[in-house]
Nanobody
Framework: QVQLVESGGGLVQAGGSLRLSCTAS????????MGWFRQAPGKDREFVCA???????AYADSVKGRFTISRNNAKNTVYLQMSVLKPEDTAVYYC??????????????????WGQGTQVTVSS
């Protein structure tokens, strides 16, 4: 089993920045694909970005150029640096992992484990 715990959410003004963290425990972090998803009230969960074990990345068009995903395998942690935040970025952000997976994946059903989510609110 893998447990994922997100942190770093909060309230920020439009144009500001936040960094989310997701720390995995329970199994070795190696060989995991990781992703970030978000869900706004009344909307479906949507893909934000993903990173492979080797560091390849993929981003949704809506966040490309503003968000950066990275990982520190020694710390079993993946990060989401969010900049130039917009009110439409307001959502609960979830990290997800896929064991024994060496690609990036933008489809939620690919992932095995999910964190509990962290709220990000961007005020205008």
């Amino acid at each position: 089993q893998v447990q994922l715990v997100e942190s770093g959410g909060g309230l920020v003004q439009a144009g500001g920045s936040l960094r989310l963290s997701c720390t995995a425990s329970g199994r070795t972090f190696s060989g995991y694909g990781m992703g970030w998803f978000r869900q706004a009230p009344g909307k479906d969960r949507e893909f934000v970005c993903a990173i492979s074990w080797s560091g390849n990345t993929a981003y949704a068009d809506s966040v490309k150029g503003r968000f950066t995903i990275s990982r520190n395998n020694a710390k079993n942690t993946v990060y989401l640096q969010m900049s130039v935040l917009k009110p439409e970025d307001t959502a609960v952000y979830y990290c997800a992992s896929k064991i024994n997976y060496y690609r990036v994946a933008s489809v939620a059903s690919v992932y095995d484990y999910w964190g509990q989510g962290t709220q990000v609110t961007v005020s205008s």
